[in-house]
C-alpha cells in the first residue's frame, strides 16, 4: 500500500510542475545557509531538503534559474551572501543590522517560537522578565537572535554563548548554564536526534515570534532577482502550494 505522506508528495510534485515556466533575467542561484530543522537540512545521501531549498527549487524552476545549495557555519553562510559570494541566504531572521548587509524578501516563510529550556526536575521558571533571573546563567547560540526584548538587554544579561544548539544542549545537560534560549522548531529535532528529549523541558511565557526570511546580496542583480522571486513567491502563496509544502513539513507559516 502506498503511505498517504508518499500520496500527497506525488500530488503536491504534480502542482508545482503545472505552474508554468518563464525565463525573465535566468542565471545561476547559489544559495547558502546552516542546518535549521525542516527548513534547510542535508541527507546523508546529499540531497538538500526542508521549506527553503523546497521554495527555492519552484522559483528558480519559474524563472529558468539553476539553483545551487549549499550548508555552511552560520556565520560563514551569512558573510558569503553579504560579500556577494551566494545570492540567496535561507531563513535569517530580520533585525535592522541585517537589513544593512542584506535585501530580505517581502514576506517571510516561516515563523518560530523562541522559548527557555531548563533541566527536567529543575525548580527554575520565569514570569517573563529577565530582571527575575539574577545570577542564574542563560545561554544562546552564537549568531541567532531572540527578539526585540531579548536584543535590547542582551548587554545587561550578559548570556552565555554556545557555538552550536547542539552545544549550547550539552552545555545544559552539564549544568553549565541554568536556562537555554532557542526556537522549538530547531530544538524539538535536535533533542531528538540527540535521545534527550525526556531529559529538558520548555518553559512559558515565550520569549518571542521570529519570522524567518530569504536574504538576498546586495547588488543589482540580487535586487532585480529579490523583485522577480518575490513576485513568483505570491503565486506560489495565493495558490495554496505553499500551503501544502508548509504541512507536509509541519512548519509554521506566518499569516
Given at each position: 500500500?502506498?503511505q498517504?505522506?508518499?500520496?500527497?508528495?506525488?500530488?503536491?510534485?504534480?502542482?508545482?510542475?503545472?505552474l508554468?515556466?518563464?525565463?525573465?533575467?535566468?542565471g545561476?542561484?547559489?544559495?547558502v545557509?546552516?542546518?535549521?530543522?525542516?527548513?534547510?537540512e542535508?541527507?546523508?545521501?546529499?540531497?538538500f531538503t526542508?521549506?527553503?531549498?523546497?521554495?527555492?527549487?519552484?522559483?528558480?524552476?519559474?524563472?529558468?534559474?539553476?539553483?545551487?545549495?549549499?550548508?555552511?557555519?552560520?556565520?560563514?553562510?551569512?558573510?558569503?551572501?553579504?560579500?556577494e559570494?551566494?545570492?540567496?541566504?535561507?531563513?535569517?531572521?530580520?533585525?535592522?543590522?541585517r537589513?544593512?548587509?542584506?535585501?530580505?524578501?517581502?514576506?517571510?516563510?516561516?515563523?518560530?517560537?523562541?522559548?527557555?529550556?531548563?533541566?527536567k526536575g529543575?525548580?527554575?521558571?520565569?514570569?517573563?522578565?529577565?530582571?527575575s533571573?539574577?545570577?542564574?546563567?542563560?545561554?544562546?547560540?552564537?549568531g541567532?537572535?531572540?527578539?526585540?526584548?531579548?536584543?535590547?538587554?542582551r548587554?545587561?544579561?550578559?548570556?552565555?554563548?554556545?557555538n552550536?544548539?547542539?552545544?549550547?544542549?550539552?552545555?545544559?545537560?552539564?549544568k553549565?548554564?541554568d536556562?537555554l534560549?532557542?526556537?522549538?522548531?530547531?530544538?524539538?529535532?535536535?533533542?531528538?536526534?540527540?535521545?534527550?528529549?525526556?531529559?529538558?523541558?520548555?518553559?512559558?511565557?515565550?520569549m518571542d515570534?521570529?519570522?524567518?526570511?530569504?536574504?538576498?546580496?546586495?547588488?543589482?542583480?540580487?535586487?532585480?532577482?529579490?523583485?522577480?522571486?518575490?513576485?513568483?513567491?505570491?503565486?506560489?502563496?495565493?495558490?495554496?502550494?505553499?500551503?501544502?509544502?508548509?504541512?507536509?513539513?509541519?512548519?509554521?507559516?506566518?499569516?
Open positions: 500500500m502506498i498517504l505522506k508518499t500520496v500527497f508528495s506525488i500530488a503536491l510534485l504534480a502542482l508545482v510542475f503545472a508554468p515556466v518563464t525565463a525573465a533575467n535566468a545561476q542561484v547559489l544559495a545557509g546552516t542546518e535549521f530543522a525542516n527548513v534547510f542535508r541527507t546523508p545521501t546529499g540531497e526542508g521549506l527553503g531549498a523546497d521554495i527555492i527549487r519552484v522559483l528558480a524552476r519559474q524563472n529558468g534559474d539553476e539553483v545551487k545549495f549549499e550548508i555552511y557555519p552560520w556565520a560563514r553562510a551569512q558573510w558569503m551572501v553579504e560579500h559570494q551566494a545570492q540567496i541566504l535561507i531563513g535569517p531572521y530580520k533585525t535592522s543590522e537589513e544593512a548587509k542584506y535585501g530580505f524578501a517581502k514576506r517571510a516563510f516561516y515563523r518560530d517560537i523562541m522559548a527557555l529550556y531548563i533541566r529543575s525548580d527554575l521558571n520565569w514570569d517573563g522578565n529577565y530582571a533571573m539574577p545570577g542564574l546563567k542563560l545561554g544562546v547560540i552564537n541567532w537572535v531572540y527578539g526585540p526584548q531579548f536584543e535590547n538587554l548587554t545587561i544579561i550578559k548570556p552565555v554563548v554556545a552550536t544548539l547542539t552545544n549550547g544542549l550539552n552545555m545544559l545537560l552539564a553549565r548554564v536556562y534560549a532557542s526556537n522549538m522548531r530547531n530544538t524539538e529535532a535536535t533533542m531528538k536526534t540527540m535521545g534527550i528529549s525526556n531529559e529538558l523541558l520548555m518553559i512559558e511565557p515565550f515570534m521570529q519570522d524567518g526570511y530569504l536574504a538576498y546580496c546586495k547588488n543589482a542583480n540580487c535586487e532585480q532577482l529579490r523583485l522577480r522571486y518575490d513576485e513568483l513567491y505570491e503565486q506560489l502563496r495565493d495558490g495554496g502550494i505553499l500551503q501544502l509544502m508548509a504541512r507536509r513539513l509541519g512548519v509554521r507559516l506566518p499569516p
